[in-house]
């Protein structure tokens, strides 16, 4: 499958992006989607995973509350909405078609190369 993040940009504190993951080759709804961010200097991050079978959700403490993860079928596109951006959510987004989830807790992908991703700096 044949990923493509977009929807990033400068938002100033308190505001909102969504972020969109659309597939290509492969139907997404086969797969668990992660979205996972990676800010400069610092390790990939899991930020969100919904699941393949009963849409199950899950979100890093950090943004819960804040952000949802959903998936519209007709559009094969996995979307993150994201509420109260903060300083600290600024990152480069990735979306995987491979979640792993510890203890409730969604884990990016040790290993790949997942695209470009998408830019999300939220700064006054």
């Known amino acids: 499958v044949q990923l493509q993040a977009s929807g990033g940009g400068l938002v100033q504190p308190g505001g909102s992006l969504t972020l969109s993951c659309t597939g290509s080759g492969s139907n997404l709804d086969d797969y668990a989607m992660n979205w996972f961010r990676q800010a400069p200097g610092k390790e990939r991050e899991g930020v969100s995973c919904?699941?393949?079978?009963?849409?199950?959700?899950y979100y890093v403490e950090s943004v819960k509350g804040r952000f949802t993860i959903s998936r519209d079928s007709a559009k094969n596109t996995v979307y993150l909405r994201m509420n109260n951006l903060k300083p600290e959510d600024t990152a480069v987004y990735y979306c995987a078609p491979i979640c792993t989830v510890i203890h409730g807790v969604p884990w990016p992908p040790a290993f790949g190369s997942w695209g470009q991703g998408t830019l999300v700096t939220v700064s006054s």
């Open positions: 919904i699941s393949d079978g009963d849409g199950s959700t």
